[in-house]
């Protein structure tokens, strides 16, 4: 049974700090990774979607990479802003159209 | 992108009554839509995918009488939460898979915030 796991579970930064979120899977057989955001109350935000065959994706100040061999994903936040705070959720699919399985996430509290 | 709406986003019912939650894909057919349940602090977890036109098929733990899913048209699916409890309080997100070939890509919808007094 395929479980994710994301540490640290919380994590608190200055403004300014570069950062990684780390996500790891049991089962190497996925078909792909997202990264979500998640605000306090609210919804999913996707960030980033990684194919199972490629190894990293990047969006403005987050990059994204999949070691899939390893079952291990990151997701990097560069020139951390107050805005970023929020808990960020990895999620993998084992198929295509299947649901996907979650982290418990990782709060991050970005200070000005 | 595809946008997913839920209704309603809140709701606040006492218990023992039931709860029906909508989940919309507005601009694009969701042959598949999946239902997730958020308790505070903790992930996402599946509840149960919902097909159309067929019966739900529910995760091991999820009662079926309990949380019934509809799926009638491709653009909708209904929870209702029958005779809620305090314990069933939690937070519900919809997911609609875009269907094959671009079957990789899930849109969620906003979630609903359930209450139960």
């Known amino acids: 049974k395929q479980e994710v796991t994301q540490i640290p579970a919380a994590l608190s930064v200055p403004e300014g700090e570069n950062l990684v979120l780390n996500c790891s899977f049991t089962?190497?057989?996925?078909?792909?990774l997202q990264w979500f955001r998640q605000d306090p109350g609210k919804g999913l935000t996707s960030l980033l979607l990684?194919?199972?065959?490629?190894r990293e994706q990047t969006s403005g100040r987050l990059n994204a990479s999949l070691d899939k061999s390893s079952g291990r994903s990151t997701l990097y936040i560069a020139a951390s802003q107050p805005g970023d705070s929020a808990t960020y959720l990895c999620a993998v699919s084992n198929q295509a159209g299947t649901a996907l399985i979650f982290g418990k996430g990782t709060t991050l509290s970005v200070s000005s | 992108g595809a946008v997913v709406s839920q209704h309603p986003s809140r709701v606040i019912c006492k218990s023992g009554t039931s709860v029906k939650i909508e989940c919309r894909s507005l601009?694009?057919?969701?042959?598949?839509m999946f239902w997730y349940r958020q308790f505070p602090k903790q992930s996402l977890m599946l509840m149960a995918t919902s097909n159309e036109g067929s019966k739900a098929t529910y995760e091991q733990g999820v009662e079926k009488d309990k949380f019934l899913i509809n799926h009638a048209s491709l653009t909708l699916s209904t929870l209702t939460v029958t005779s809620a409890h305090p314990e069933d309080s939690s937070f519900y997100i919809c997911s609609a898979s875009v269907p094959a070939p671009q079957s990789d890509t899930q849109y969620f919808g906003p979630g609903t915030r359930l209450t139960v007094l």
């Open positions: 990684i194919q199972s065959s490629q």
């Open positions: 089962d190497s057989a996925i078909y792909n």
């Open positions: 601009d694009f057919q969701a042959t598949t």
